[in-house]
């Protein structure tokens, strides 16, 4: 039976070892088609001028190579950014979308992640939620959001390069923990062009209690942010019904301060306040009462309001007595102001607008 004809970018380097092996060809000859790949970005076979034109030919017959299509460019200057917040709307080779955001600051740039089409949990807050399950992407596609946000770098004349990742953009990272897992490895790899430090590479999750068990003795020094929202379990079902009812708090705290205590690492609990639903001096005080087990610090973000899912930024005076009360408190605090609301950067945004617009061609 023929083997359906493969994405090489969808390959690892172990798996593309392994399948050089089957057409007679050397490990190193991998690693060096594996380096044209995520190092050089090339698009094309043919590119790769270091290969012999009979296995250009051979790759060509035997894989695609289709980087993802850039479908939606959307830019705006916000606040005192250095430069503006970015989103692509990317087309995979089998029609599903996907989205990636470049956040710029003063010492670095970052790219937001999408690791899934669509996601299951259908948290309130989140527009991903309302595409679907959709389906987990590649370590190949994972890693052509960030060439494609360099490739678009370059194209413009910045000299600049993604510095910084975070997967948490479309999807659950750790309901594809291989496939992530595998991105962070190639992008992190030493010596190509593009390589970021596995301590720059942020992996966010709302509590898959099991893979963060395994992520602590992954090996990885990469750093977990978990999306809490409310330390009251009754509150967070109702933000985060699925999350919060597969993975409850009391059953998470454990499972962070066991992943703190074997990394050394703090994990980042991720908190966006929301006007009247986890912003007052209870929730603050049930925050700190979670929060004050293990080595941890607490991120406040502000809401990037969606079209059709009705909650309210808090006002600064809000979001200040909440954080002098954790801060009060001897906790670790910091402020995220949301860019990116005029080009609809909150995750899954146009991804919905872009299934919406093929539903109707």
């Known amino acids: 039976m023929t083997r359906p004809i493969q994405n090489i970018t969808d390959l690892t380097l172990q798996q593309l070892t392994l399948r050089m092996a089957e057409i007679k060809e050397p490990a190193w000859r991998a690693k060096q088609i594996h380096q044209w790949l995520f190092s050089h970005r090339v698009h094309t076979f043919e590119e790769m001028t270091t290969l012999s034109k009979a296995l250009r030919e051979r790759l060509a017959e035997t894989f695609t190579l289709t980087p993802p299509e850039v479908a939606q460019h959307n830019e705006a200057q916000e606040g005192a950014c250095p430069g503006p917040t970015e989103k692509l709307l990317l087309r995979l080779p089998d029609g599903a979308m996907t989205e990636t955001v470049l956040i710029p600051a003063t010492n670095r740039i970052t790219a937001c992640l999408s690791t899934q089409t669509g996601c299951a949990l259908q ?72 390589a970021i430090s596995q301590r720059k590479i942020t992996i966010s999750t709302v509590g898959v209690i099991p893979e963060i068990a395994k992520l602590a003795t992954s090996g990885m020094k990469t750093k977990l942010a978990v999306s809490l929202h409310s330390a009251f379990q009754e509150k967070r079902e109702a933000l985060m019904p699925l999350a919060a009812r597969n993975y409850p708090l009391n059953e998470l705290q454990p499972v962070l301060a066991h992943y703190a205590k074997k990394t050394g690492e703090p994990v980042t609990l991720v908190y966006m306040l929301l006007e009247g639903v986890n912003d007052t001096m209870d929730d603050a005080r049930q925050l700190i009462r979670f929060a004050s087990g293990f080595f941890c610090k607490i991120n406040l973000i502000d809401y990037n309001s969606i079209v059709n899912i009705n909650f309210t930024t808090v006002s600064s005076e809000t979001r200040d007595r909440f954080r002098d009360r954790l801060l009060e408190a001897g906790l670790q605090v910091t402020l995220r102001k949301s860019y990116g609301t005029s080009i609809h950067a909150a995750c899954g945004q146009l991804a919905a607008k872009g299934m919406e617009h093929s539903h109707k061609s």
Request: charged share 15%; net charge negative.
């Open 123 to 194: 948290c309130k807050f989140c527009a991903t939620g309302t595409l679907g399950a959709g389906r987990n992407l590649t370590p190949g596609e994972m890693v052509g959001q960030v060439n494609a946000l360099n490739d678009m770098l370059a194209a413009s004349g910045r000299e600049q390069k993604v510095t910084n990742i975070v997967f948490m953009g479309m999807g659950e990272p750790l309901l594809n923990t291989p496939n992530v897992l595998d991105a962070v490895e190639t992008l992190s790899t030493r010596g190509y062009d593009s």
